[in-house]
Antibody, heavy 118, light 107 residues
Framework: QVQLVQSGAEVKKPGASVKVSCKAS????????LHWVRQAPGQSLEWMGW????????KYSQKFQGRVSITADTSASTVYMELSSLRSEDSAVYYC???????????WGQGTLVTVSS | SYELTQPPSVSVSPGQTATITCSGD??????AYWYQQKPGQAPLLVIS???ERPSGIPERFSGSSSGTTVTLTISGVQAEDEADFHC??????????FGGGTKLTVL
């Protein structure tokens, strides 16, 4: 069965970077793009970007351009999302999602809580 | 970029029908998708491409579309349906946008 398993919770100081992983299993890793979406406490979902593991292509939300990097390691069937220059407003749960035709998330990771605090 | 607008909250009694709308100019050209999210859980896809129900989603969940508005309908609402519901669409480049989310309360 399709599974996306994310790395554990992180606590970071303002200005630091965080790297969250998402390990895929149960399907052809290179056959689907993987997206990252975050959700701040009490807020709705916010799209960050995607990576195509088959060719390494990426696309990022303009809001995070220059601060986010999404990469894929095909040997490990794992996608990574790195967010730099963290501020308190980046405290959120970060999700990865598999995206058929790049249009929607049919399977989601369990989420990773990132807390930014001095 | 574009926006999707949802009502912040909808309340219904058990057994009644809940309707949640999502409006945005992009919906006239792009499909909408609906997710159910319960506290502490990841979103769960309940409707795809305006009207398609993924395998395992109860038949009481349905979707419709008219112009720039899409609607999620839950017929015969059950207590377990209480959750936040998010609509989502995507442009041709795969950039996603979400609505603000609707909290469904089962009275």
């Amino acid at each position: 069965q399709v599974q996306l398993v994310q790395s554990g919770a992180e606590v970071k100081k303002p200005g630091a970077s965080v790297k969250v992983s998402c390990k895929a299993s149960g399907y052809s890793f290179v056959g689907y793009t993987l997206h990252w979406v975050r959700q701040a406490p009490g807020q709705s979902l916010e799209w960050m970007g995607w990576v195509n593991p088959g060719n390494g292509y990426t696309k990022y939300s303009q809001k995070f351009q220059g601060r986010v990097s999404i990469t894929a390691d095909t040997s490990a069937s794992t996608v990574y999302m790195e967010l730099s220059s963290l501020r308190s407003e980046d405290s959120a749960v970060y999700y990865c999602a598999r995206a058929p035709d790049n249009l929607f998330g049919d399977y989601w990771g369990q989420g990773t809580l990132v807390t930014v605090s001095s | 970029s574009y926006e999707l607008t949802q009502p912040p909250s909808v309340s219904v009694s058990p057994g009644q029908t809940a309707t949640i709308t999502c409006s945005g100019d992009a919906l006239a050209k792009q499909f909408a998708y609906w997710y159910q999210q319960k506290p502490g859980q990841a979103p769960l896809l309940v409707i795809s491409q305006h009207t398609e129900r993924p395998s395992g989603i109860p038949e009481r969940f349905s979707g419709s579309s008219s112009g720039t508005t899409v609607t999620l309908t839950i017929s015969g609402v059950q207590a377990e349906d209480e959750a936040d519901f998010h609509c989502q669409s995507a442009d041709s480049g795969g950039a996603w946008v979400f609505g603000g989310g609707t909290k469904l309360t089962v009275l």
